[in-house]
């Protein structure tokens, strides 16, 4: 069966980065694309882009606003005669440096964007998948959600909530015929990590290689999936095998606990970074 060709696919911040790959990589596989982002611009300019390859639409989406999403889910039901078959909660923002230096502000856009903007997607997608028996929902946390890092304290507790959240909602739904799972993906090169440097040893992602992924896991439906293997095998490793002191000092090692905190580009990563705050 395909799981693909013919479906709704909703995408949340998809004018940008993984969403607007993983759009990309729908629709070439015949979904119906329904993208959101609060960029109107960008998301017109998206739309106006990705129509050469198939079936897509766009709205105007803030995550963090009830109405804003329960409008845009709204929308993408009409466009996809009636109902949705996936929404992809992609939607995020990754404001850096050390926690105490992080103003109320950017606190507040990580957790609206980040956990309330799945969870208030979760639960106005659901019912009419839940009624209809079918549907799948793929929010994307991070392998943040198994690990540490300085410099992200916020934006990690947000995807281990985004995890936590994941699993235990797709326990909820067992015989309804709805699923839900999480991605995980490594560092990738969007402007998320604009001025960050790449942990020692390991490659950076592409967004194409999470939009495969996700691909994947709509075709054949599991409840996690990490993007790359590599990377998501060595946390694996890390946090089952060695003691914290342990997993510490591969942190250390990969250079994971500068990265973020104390070498990032501040002046290579202020668009970013101001774009995120007003999220």
Do not use: W
């Amino acid at each position: 069966m395909d799981n693909i060709s013919g479906r709704t696919i909703a995408i949340t911040g998809a004018a940008r980065g993984i969403g607007y790959a993983t759009a990309k990589a729908l629709l070439a596989r015949g979904a119906r694309v329904v993208i959101g982002d609060r960029d109107v611009a960008l998301q017109e300019s998206a739309v106006a882009d990705l129509t050469k390859l198939g079936q897509v639409s766009g709205y105007p989406l803030d995550v963090s606003d009830r109405e804003s999403f329960a409008t845009f889910l709204d929308k993408a039901r009409t466009d996809g005669g009636g109902h949705i078959d996936v929404l992809i909660n992609n939607a995020g923002v990754m404001p850096i440096g050390p926690f105490l230096e992080q103003s109320e502000q950017a606190i507040r856009s990580s957790i609206e964007v980040n956990l309330y903007g799945v969870l208030t997607g979760c639960q106005l997608a659901l019912p009419d998948m839940i009624a209809r028996r079918s549907g799948h929902i793929i929010n994307i946390a991070s392998l943040a959600a198994k690990g540490a890092a300085p410099g992200i304290a916020t934006y990690t507790a947000t995807k281990h909530a985004v995890l936590g959240f994941t699993d235990t909602a797709r326990l909820e739904l067992r015989g309804t015929g709805v699923t839900l799972s999480a991605v995980l993906p490594t560092l990738t090169n969007t402007a998320m990590i604009d001025g960050v440097a790449s942990m020692a040893g390991l490659r950076n992602a592409e967004p194409e290689d999470i939009a495969a992924g996700i691909v994947g896991l709509i075709e054949k439906p599991k409840p996690r999936l990490a993007v790359t293997r590599v990377a998501g095998l060595l946390i694996e490793v890390t946090q089952r095998v060695l003691p914290l002191r342990g997993a510490e000092a591969v942190v250390h090692a990969l250079h994971a606990d500068t990265i973020f905190a104390d070498a990032a580009d501040k002046q290579t990563r202020r668009a970013y970074e101001d774009r995120a705050r007003r999220s």
